[in-house]
């Protein structure tokens, strides 16, 4: 079953970029796979983190993006972190800014996502 995980808010504190969630899960469990998607219908970017072979998506919804993009600029590490714990996103930096570049005058994630994202990482 895939599992999302919803990201309500962002910010940078200790040279890292954290993102919160307040799902009921246990982060230290996941395993950072290193790859993300784009859900261009919700506006949103989407790591995937895997448990006992079932992939959980993490939503990084625009609503955060400005912070992602303060994060991005940085060079900071990533984590996501609840109540319970934290995970590393690996490999986060590089598959963002690779998305983002692919996504940059494409039309084909739809225009809504185009200007979001052009808009938000400049």
Do not use: C
């Not at 469990?29 to 998607?37: A, D, E, F, N």
């Amino acid at each position: 079953m895939k599992q999302k995980i919803h990201i309500k808010s962002a910010e940078i504190k200790n040279q890292e970029l954290v993102l919160f969630t307040d799902e009921p899960v246990h982060l230290h469990s996941l395993i950072s796979t290193g790859q993300m998607l784009v859900d261009s219908d919700h506006l949103s970017f989407i790591y995937i983190a895997e448990l006992d072979g079932e992939y959980n998506y993490v939503n990084i919804p625009k609503e955060v993006w400005h912070v992602v993009n303060n994060g991005l600029k940085s060079g900071y590490e990533v984590y996501v972190e609840n109540q319970d714990g934290r995970l590393h996103l690996q490999s986060f930096i590089e598959e963002m800014n690779y998305l983002i570049e692919n996504i940059k005058g494409n039309t084909n994630y739809g225009e809504e996502m185009v200007e979001k994202v052009e808009n938000t990482f400049n």
